[in-house]
């Protein structure tokens, strides 16, 4: 994640559903951090999952009636900035 822009970051705030992490870091460390996470840090465990509901909509490619949360009402939004 470290030279990667996630997409519609000025409508979805990644940080209430996602973890950075290095990409140098991927696979045994990282396995670690997510253990202790589970263990010591679970109530921000639960708030990034119980986060996911209202953010999905962004990443939802199936959702093309909703004219409110869609990844093609971010990709509109893009283009007109």
């Known amino acids: 994640s470290d030279d990667i822009g996630l997409p ?8 209430e559903i996602s973890v950075k992490w290095p990409m140098d870091d991927v696979g045994y460390p990282l396995l670690q951090h997510l253990a202790w996470l589970a263990s010591e840090r679970l109530p921000t465990v639960k708030r990034l999952h119980d986060n996911i509901p209202k953010h999905r909509c962004w990443l939802d ?11 093609y009402v971010a990709l509109l939004h893009a283009l007109e900035r």
């Open 8 to 15: 519609f970051d000025d409508l979805v705030n990644w940080t």
């Open 61 to 71: 490619y199936h959702r093309i009636s909703d004219s409110t949360c869609s990844p």
